[in-house]
């Protein structure tokens, strides 16, 4: 007889008899394995006592000289971050931890200065993408998308409130741009940057954290077409120029951009984009279909009409007009530009779509892994790597757990989680029966 805790992925059933300590539920099953037949009580989500192996393999080529006991600490945070089911505090993290690893402790390695999260966030992105299998045609796209983590005290440095737009509610917390890499049904953050407050004195538009992130990321070696893509707030002509400038530089592949722009762009005519969305016939624009990115079967319905314009500071483009409905009138019309010529509407249309993956990471980090949800303040770089600690937990959590997904099916990082608990209750169980067997032999 074994007791497993209630919704346990080891045990796959529920109980309702709880125990004297509040949040801690117990249930007895049978066990088919000889060795796994002692009786010993787990927790909800148990004391682990060591690392699994798989983790420290995946943290040992770390690009970083950790000091003191820094890097054993930092293995048990990001791996706390990836399989914790309730909050994700750093006092509720070190509760599952051996006694040494406390949240005093989380705490320090996260004032710790001398360790760059981003550098950390790039290598694993970066032995990530070589280990997941490559497209067959090459092709990788690049999409960035900003957001924002609810925080309630206001003694953090780089807290702020805002909006996305007058139609939103008005929000209190840390901003952030988000920068991902996507192709096939793969999709995983390649950096991140904190977006500080315009009252700070190294505030940075968002644009600008963007084309930094891109200017940085390295392409994987298989990648022959890097494809930049991202809403209106990020079709701006230095966002474009930045992609040209890296197409003219990397003799490797191509660069090339798919952005929605504002109507207010102009031609090198003076002519502006809103007088061709308003007036453009209805009769010109085209039924096109698009495959779901994400929802594994069924189809878009898109209205679109294309030209190609020589628009200002950029030059020659691709115009495509896309709207939902055909009789939808030209203010719910989107403006999208490439510079890729060969690509039909429908392609268009189609590759911008895939930017939705960037806001299904976002609600990902923050329902599943913890975003902001660290208790840390009184510095700028304590924010910073605490939301770090959070990518590095989703990039652990797809590198052990990517065999769990099917070629071209849709997944999310909830049922990875998933696979990865159940994987290191079991090694912890089995671990501890080994460690208590070991005893009683030699006791005896």
Not at 118 to 138: C, E, F, I, K, R
Not at 379 to 388: C, H, I
Request: glycine content about 6%; overall charge positive; proline content about 5%.
């Amino acid at each position: 007889m074994r007791y497993f805790p209630a919704h346990c992925p080891v045990s796959g059933h529920s109980c309702s008899t709880r125990s004297n300590r509040p949040g801690v539920h117990k249930i007895a099953v049978t066990l088919e394995h000889p060795v796994l037949s002692l009786e010993i009580t787990l927790r909800m989500l148990m004391a682990f006592t060591y690392l699994p192996a798989f983790v420290t393999v995946v943290f040992r080529g770390m690009p970083t000289v950790w000091r003191g006991r820094h890097r054993l600490i930092f293995c048990w945070l990001v791996f706390m971050q990836a399989v914790h089911p309730g909050r994700h505090t750093l006092e509720e993290l070190a509760r599952w931890t051996p006694a040494m690893i406390t949240a005093w402790r989380f705490g320090r390695l996260l004032t710790a200065a001398y360790w760059n999260v981003h550098l950390l966030v790039s290598w694993l992105a970066q032995d990530l993408m070589a280990t997941l299998p490559a497209p067959a045609n090459g092709i990788l796209y690049l999409f960035g998308d900003g957001s924002h983590a609810d925080k309630r005290g206001t003694k953090n440095p780089v807290a702020q409130k805002g909006r996305i737009s007058q139609h939103h509610p008005w929000f209190f917390g840390l901003r952030f741009v988000l920068l991902m890499a996507a192709w096939d049904s793969y999709r995983l953050p390649v950096g991140f940057r904190l977006i500080l407050p315009k009252r700070h004195a190294g505030y940075r538009s968002e644009n600008a954290l963007f084309r930094d992130m891109v200017e940085e990321f390295v392409p994987p070696r298989w990648a022959k077409l890097v494809i930049v893509g991202g809403d209106a707030a990020y079709g701006s002509k230095a966002n474009i120029r930045m992609v040209q400038d890296r197409d003219k530089a990397d003799a490797a592949r191509r660069w090339s951009f798919v952005f929605a722009i504002a109507r207010t762009w102009k031609t090198v005519e003076e002519k502006s984009l809103k007088n061709l969305v308003t007036h453009v016939p209805q009769k010109y624009y085209q039924c096109t279909r698009v495959p779901r990115a994400h929802a594994g079967q069924g189809r878009k319905t898109f209205w679109t009409y294309h030209t190609c314009l020589n628009l200002r500071h950029v030059g020659d483009v691709t115009v495509v007009l896309s709207k939902r409905g055909r009789n939808v009138g030209p203010k719910q019309t989107k403006i999208l530009v490439t510079n890729l010529a060969e690509l039909t509407p429908s392609q268009v249309v189609c590759i911008y779509q895939k930017r939705w993956a960037v806001e299904l990471m976002h609600w990902e980090l923050k329902s599943g892994l913890g975003l902001g949800e660290h208790q840390v303040s009184g510095d700028k770089d304590r924010s910073e790597k605490s939301m770090g600690i959070a990518v590095l937990a989703y990039l652990l959590v797809l590198r052990v757990c990517h065999h769990e997904i099917a070629p071209g099916k849709p997944w999310s990082i909830f049922q990875l989680q998933y696979a990865l608990r159940l994987r290191v209750m079991t090694n912890q169980v089995e671990h501890q029966v080994k460690v208590k067997m070991a005893k009683t032999r030699k006791a005896a």
